[in-house]
């Protein structure tokens, strides 16, 4: 198949292209580098050093003989995308190209219009780069567990059926997101559905919950391969951050009570499901939402895991509850549902004692590069509080 992975360079994009170029699939990555330039200007590095993707394709190229197509340019820019749908001609499009930091989104009014305009803009300009040049391909889209936020209500996928005077029908499941991030992709599954229902075109939209992990198949072959891995507050997603601070010998961040609970997933399941969706097309019309995690976990239940697995390794591991920055319910109702993948065919890689080693292994290996200066929290969702 033809797949244009658009955000081709980031923690997701770059696994992707690598894992579909190895099962044959023709792959065209797409980026701006935008992730990179933010990261730079807020002293947000990763942990391993990150050749650019000109490089990986080179050293992936050498190391497996498979070539992935590499286009520098910004999907907020219709004329640049339009330019790659109509040479590529793309048979199925994942859309990751989004500013994906809810911490960014919330540091002041440049990074919040940014954050807007660029993920509003690349959804709008991937609709329409379909609807004029290659009206047959899927869309498989990055969405987020947060566009739910935390309702006191099981959260179903996608829709939610509500009886109503007597009468039935069937909605977008309610939607409050908990930082401006999470809104743009709030607004983005509004702005998809209407062109499904008016335009026919075939969209999955993958709700994802927060990802952890480094290697997947191609990267162990070489650390060169390794994604940017992030551990800092603005880029690094809980868990990444978690590892790297026991490995630092830094108290885990509890943010609060710490019984704020999520979906979470390993990378390497991240992969998995982007494969089932790709190879289970929905039919034109149709926008099918499913609920990309494989287990739900309290913020403190993570913490307690790093650190029991951390302390058999011998790393002194402690935990410190600290100011919250952020505005969201620390102790809450959460059940969601995620049957879908499941019936899809997933086989999840859980969140397990070895699997918690593995990783904590892994982040050893690169110890003399953690900054710790960029751990604390320095976004706070409240700046008036
Ligand atoms: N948290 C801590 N300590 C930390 C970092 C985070 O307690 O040091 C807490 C947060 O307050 C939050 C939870 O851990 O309650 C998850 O935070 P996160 O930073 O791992 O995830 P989040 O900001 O929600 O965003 C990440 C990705 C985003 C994706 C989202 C999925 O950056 O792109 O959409 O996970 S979800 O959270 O399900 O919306």
Known sequence: MRVLILGGDGYLGWPTAMDMAAKG?????MDN??????????????????????????????LTGKRIQVVIGDCADYRQLSK????FQPETVIHYAEQPSAPYS???FNEAQLTLNNNLGATFNVLWAVMEHAPECHIVKLGTMGEYGTPNIDIEEGWLEIEHNGRKDKFLFPRQAGSLYHTTKVLDTDLIWFYVRTHNLRVTDLMQGPVYGLYTKESEADDRLLPNFHYDDIFGTVVNRFLVQA??????????????????LNLKDTLQCVNLAMENPVKPGELRILNQFTEQFTVNQLAEKVQHVGNIMGLDVQVNNIDN??????????????SG???LGLKPHYMTDEVVAQMLESV??????IDRTKIEPRVRWERLK
């Open 106 to 108: 919330m540091r002041g």
């Open 84 to 87: 790659v749908f109509i040479e």
């Open 364 to 369: 050893m290996r690169y110890k003399n590069g």
């Open 247 to 264: 490995v630092a010998g830094v108290p885990l961040t509890v943010y609060g009570k710490g019984g704020q609970t999520r979906g979470y």
């Open 25 to 29: 699939h023709e792959v065209c990555v």
């Open 33 to 62: 580098y935008m992730r990179r330039n933010i990261a730079r200007e807020t002293c947000s590095e990763a942990l391993m050093p990150n050749p650019n993707l000109h490089d990986r394709c080179d050293l992936f190229h050498a």
């Open 341 to 343: 993948l499941l019936d």
């Open 325 to 338: 920055p952020r505005k969201e319910m620390e102790e809450h109702y959460y059940n969601a549902n995620h």
